[in-house]
Nanobody, 114 residues
Framework: QVQLVESGGGLVQPGGSLRLSCAAS????????ISWHRQAPGKERELVAR???????TIADSVKGRFTISRDNAKNTVYLQMNSLKPEDTAVYYCRAELPRNYWGQGTQVTVSS
């Protein structure tokens, strides 16, 4: 069955970096658009970055220049590289696969704090 497993979250100081991984199983990730979203307490879930089946990427304005999305087809995994992290990046980060219906992972917590 389709499954998405996020990992790589944690506690990091402002200005630090993290790389999140979204490991896909049950389908070939490179054939579909995969996106990263985040949800902070009391806020709506928002799109952070998206990569299409042909490799086109979209990055939210709030993280442009700091975050990048990439895909390793051999590992069936999509990554979110996050640099220059700010406290406002604190959230649970989810990946989503846009198959005929959307599938979500369970999320990984990112906390940016000194």
């Amino acid at each position: 069955q389709v499954q998405l497993v996020e990992s790589g979250g944690g506690l990091v100081q402002p200005g630090g970096s993290l790389r999140l991984s979204c490991a896909a199983s049950g389908f070939t990730a490179s054939r579909y658009a995969i996106s990263w979203h985040r949800q902070a307490p009391g806020k709506e879930r928002e799109l952070v970055a998206r990569i299409t089946n042909v490799g086109s990427t979209t990055i939210a304005d709030s993280v442009k220049g700091r975050f990048t999305i990439s895909r390793d087809n051999a590992k069936n995994t999509v990554y979110l590289q996050m640099n220059s992290l700010k406290p406002e990046d604190t959230a649970v980060y989810y990946c989503r696969a846009e198959l005929p219906r959307n599938y979500w992972g369970q999320g990984t917590q990112v906390t940016v704090s000194s």
